[in-house]
């Protein structure tokens, strides 16, 4: 892993995801693939395999730049701006 400037500016403890799933995509009626919170704000959104691709929507919006994986028994940390896992 590859230490990045925007952990640092990360909350602490982590923030609660706001819901279980990707509530854009349960407004749609679609499923995603697999799902990423937001370690800023715990927005929880669908990764880019998924239709839609939330979580980097999330960024595009926002500026959170780290989102780690919200999938069971994986903990690994993306970085949008540097643009690897963190």
Known sequence: MIDCSH????PRPEPRPLTPTCPECAARGSNP???RLCLECGHVGC???SAYRHATA???ETGH???RSFEPGQS???????RHIV
């Open 7 to 10: 952990l640092a500016a990360l």
């Open 33 to 35: 693939v697999q799902l």
């Open 47 to 49: 990764c880019d395999s």
């Open 58 to 60: 999330h960024f595009e």
């Open 65 to 67: 730049a780290v989102m």
């Open 76 to 82: 690994w940390r993306w970085c949008y701006v540097d």
